[in-house]
């Protein structure tokens, strides 16, 4: 019902930039919050950052001040600009879009690879 294909992923050196993107499709008029995750190797899946409908953002502590999330409902795209890019931001990074219907459920874009290199 919705499907979310993230861009932008990969390589930048310490303390460089990047911007991902994720596409929105279907039926987006159902989601309540979008967010970022990320996911290392032998790590579990953890929020970086997610925005609601209204505009409201949080952050993981880690990337508070680095990363800013936003959104583009004319297009139904999400962005998470990445600034001051540190090696333990290597990661998977998957574009999630939930709803809550009683319970909570969750989409998952393909996910993109973040490398940060020294």
């Known amino acids: 019902q919705v499907q979310l294909v993230e861009s932008g992923g990969g390589l930048v050196q310490a303390g460089g930039s990047l911007r991902l993107s994720c596409a929105a499709s279907g039926s987006i008029f159902s989601i309540n919050v979008m967010g970022w995750y990320r996911q290392a190797p032998g790590k579990q899946r953890d929020l970086v950052a997610d925005i609601t409908s209204v505009g409201n953002t949080n952050y993981a502590d880690s990337v508070k001040g680095r990363f800013t999330i936003s959104r583009d409902n004319a297009k139904n795209t999400v962005y998470l600009q990445m600034n001051s890019l540190k090696p333990e931001d290597t990661a998977v990074y998957y574009c999630?879009?939930?709803?809550?219907?009683?319970?909570?459920?969750?989409?998952w874009g393909q996910g993109t690879q973040v490398t940060v290199s020294l």
């Open positions: 999630n879009a939930r709803r809550f219907d009683g319970i909570r459920y969750d989409y």
